[in-house]
């Protein structure tokens, strides 16, 4: 879920990155009214370059179709990906209060407390602004 959409991860566009034939990252995107979002980034292996790699290719496809800007929400709890995408180039937008506790309602898998005990309330949208 991002800004109360609801996406199924396997019916969007996306990259996978393999060895030996078994995927140990992806990056699923959804594009719409010339913005692209990434919904989803995965890695089984952290600090390979994978993951930056991915989010490169969707940042190249969103510009070859003419997107004028890429987004993404992650969770106030994730540190990492906070960190991870400011040092590729996104900038914070935005804090969305009590988002997910919002989508807790639609979704009440979504867990109370993430990483490091921190609660699990807000979503934080970053995005890169594409040039044209």
């Not at 010339?34 to 370059?49: D, F, H, K, R």
């Not at 921190?118 to 594409?130: A, D, K, N, S, T």
Request: net charge positive; glycine share 6%.
């Amino acid at each position: 879920m991002s800004r109360g959409k609801v996406h199924r991860v396997n019916e969007l566009q996306g990259y996978a990155a393999l060895l030996n034939g078994v995927i140990k990252a992806s990056v699923s995107y959804y594009v719409d009214n010339w913005e692209c979002e990434i919904v989803s980034l995965e890695s089984a292996m952290q600090n390979q370059g994978l993951g930056s790699k991915l989010v490169q290719l969707v940042v190249e496809q969103a510009k070859e179709r003419q997107c004028k800007r890429v987004w993404l929400i992650t969770s106030n709890d994730n540190v990492r990906a906070i960190r991870f995408y400011q040092k590729r180039g996104f900038d914070m937008k935005a804090i969305h209060y009590d988002a997910i506790t919002e989508a807790r309602k639609l979704k009440p898998a979504i867990p109370l407390i993430g990483d490091d005990g921190i609660p699990v309330r807000h979503e934080v949208e970053f995005e890169m602004i594409l040039s044209s």
